[in-house]
């Protein structure tokens, strides 16, 4: 069965500072899809970054990054320059091709991530 | 470009009522999905329906329900609620729920049950 494990429950940081959430996912499947959202507290689960398993590019979005390693399974995502703004919970989320439905996500615990002055 | 939209943001419920939450998917979407999220489970898939039909279906009892109109509008209900249905639920839609689509969550229901 898919399972995605977020081992960093909570993490600080002072502005300016880089910072990486882990992910590591398990999967029987050859085809899959690994997401990453992004909660405030106002709840809405925000849309971050989508990457299929043939895919193992790392993908850069101005100070976002996101390391895909299917050797260790991983999917790791870099803030570069915290700031305030970027204070949230992050999941990382697996959806597999085999379930008949690809909006069935398997989250991640989540990792609150607190950035402060 | 409208998101997806759910109604209501709160709202609070006693225990044995039912509750109907809605979601307006965006536009052009065909498939939504709802999920529970709670601080000791997680978040966790209810179902998915797409073209009026439920496609999948998570580990949830029967009082969980849903259906889909010919609009792509959803509507979950939650009959003789319980306290430990006290959550925010979520919608969220994509176009065709196959994979690769990109799925986009709404704000979500915060529902209290006392």
């Known amino acids: 069965a898919q399972k995605v494990t977020q081992a960093q429950t909570e993490i600080s940081v002072v502005e300016k500072e880089d910072v990486t959430l882990d992910c590591v996912y398990e999967t029987r499947d050859t085809t899959y899809y690994l997401f990453w959202y992004k909660q405030p507290p106002s709840g809405e689960l925000v849309f971050l970054i989508r990457?299929?398993?043939?895919?193992?590019q790392n993908e850069i979005s101005g100070r976002y990054s996101w390391n895909f390693q299917k050797s260790t399974s991983s999917f790791n995502f870099t803030i570069t320059a915290s700031q305030v703004v970027d204070s949230a919970v992050y999941f990382c989320a697996l959806s597999e091709a085999n379930t008949g439905t690809a909006s069935k996500l398997t989250f991640g615990t989540g990792t609150r991530l607190q950035v402060t002055l | 470009k409208a998101g997806v939209t759910q109604t209501p943001r709160y709202l609070i419920k006693t225990r044995g009522q039912q509750v109907t939450l809605s979601c307006s998917p965006i536009?052009?979407?065909?498939?939504v999905s709802w999920y529970q999220q709670t601080p000791g489970q997680g978040l966790q898939f209810l179902f998915e329906y797409f073209s009026e039909t439920q496609r999948n279906k998570g580990n949830f009892p029967g009082r969980f329900s849903g259906r889909q109109f010919s609009n792509s509008r959803s509507e979950m209900n939650v009959s003789t609620l319980e306290l430990g249905d006290s959550a925010l639920y979520l919608c969220?839609?994509?176009?065709?729920?196959?994979?690769?689509?990109?799925?986009?969550f709404g704000e979500g229901s915060w529902l209290t049950v006392v």
């Open positions: 990457r299929n398993s043939f895919d193992e």
């Open positions: 969220a839609s994509s176009l065709a729920g196959e994979p690769g689509n990109t799925i986009y």
């Open positions: 536009s052009g979407h065909r498939s």
